[in-house]
C-alpha cells in the first residue's frame, strides 16, 4: 500500500511570499499531522486535522495555516515567508484519532526562503 | 529548558557493538514513548512504541521505559552500517490533552563503522 506522500518534495521561495504544501496520507488513514524540522529546534508539531477538523495546534505564529479535505487530503500555508521558516516540513498520517495508532510520515518538503 | 533532552551525538561505534541511546523529559503527563529513525532525506519511521514503563524487545531492539526517573533507552544490539541514522525519542500523553501530538527529542546521528 502506498505510502504517506507530500508534494512538492523541495521548494525555493523568497521572503514575503507565501507558500502551500500538500499531503496525501495514507489510504485510510483520516488523522494527519504537520511539523517541522529544523537543525536547531528539530522536529516541532504544528498542527493536526482529523475529520476535517483541527485537533491541536502547536506553539507556531499565524502565518501558519492548514486545512483538511474530506478525503483527508491536507494542506498548510506559510504567508509573509521568512528566513528562518527554511526547514524540512513533515507530514504524519494515522489511522484515527488516538495516540495508540502509529503515525506515519512522508518524506517531508523541503523549504528555502531566500 | 526542553520538555525532551537528548544528546544529539554523532555517536559513532564500530560494527557489532551495543548501541545505547537515551533520552529524558520533565513532563510527567507523558505516557507513551515512541523511538524513530530518520536516515538522510527521508521521513521518521517509527521503530518502537511502549506504553507506560518496562521493557520492549524487536529483533536487535530493546525499549526501556522508567517513569520513575523520566529516563527512556534504545538499546540496538550487534549494529549494523546499515543502522547509521538520526535516531529520534518522541513521546505524548493522553489523547484528550495531545491528540496525535508528539514532543521529539533533538535525535542522535549514529553512526556504525564496517
Known amino acids: 500500500k502506498a505510502g504517506v506522500t507530500q508534494t512538492p518534495r523541495y521548494l525555493i521561495k523568497t521572503r514575503g511570499q507565501q507558500v502551500t504544501l500538500s499531503c496525501s496520507p495514507i489510504s485510510g488513514h483520516r488523522s494527519v499531522s504537520w511539523y517541522q524540522q529544523t537543525p536547531g529546534q528539530g522536529l516541532q508539531f504544528l498542527f493536526e486535522?482529523?475529520?476535517?477538523?483541527?485537533?491541536n495546534k502547536g506553539n507556531f505564529p499565524g502565518r501558519f495555516s492548514g486545512r483538511q479535505f474530506s478525503n483527508s487530503r491536507s494542506e498548510m500555508n506559510v504567508s509573509t515567508l521568512e528566513l528562518g521558516d527554511s526547514a524540512l516540513y513533515l507530514c504524519a498520517s494515522s489511522l484515527a484519532a488516538g495516540n495508540t495508532d502509529t503515525q506515519y510520515f512522508g518524506p517531508g518538503t523541503r523549504l528555502t526562503v531566500l | 529548558q526542553k520538555e525532551v533532552e537528548q544528546d544529539p551525538g554523532p555517536l559513532s561505534v564500530p560494527e557489532g557493538a551495543i548501541v545505547s541511546l537515551n533520552c529524558t523529559y520533565s513532563n510527567s503527563a507523558f505516557q507513551y514513548f515512541m523511538w524513530y529513525r530518520q536516515y538522510s532525506r527521508k521521513g521518521p519511521e517509527l521503530l518502537m512504541y511502549?506504553?507506560?514503563?518496562g521493557n520492549k524487545e524487536d529483533g536487535r531492539f530493546t525499549a526501556q521505559v522508567d517513569k520513575s526517573s523520566k529516563y527512556i533507552s534504545l538499546f540496538i544490539r550487534d549494529s549494523q552500517p546499515s543502522d547509521s541514522a538520526t535516531y529520534l525519542c518522541?513521546?505524548?500523553?493522553?489523547?484528550?490533552?495531545?491528540?496525535?501530538?508528539?514532543?521529539f527529542g533533538a535525535g542522535t546521528i549514529l553512526r556504525v563503522k564496517s
Open positions: 486535522y482529523f475529520s476535517e477538523t483541527q485537533r
Open positions: 518522541a513521546m505524548t500523553g493522553s489523547v484528550r490533552e495531545y491528540g496525535n501530538k508528539l514532543v
Open positions: 511502549t506504553y507506560s514503563s
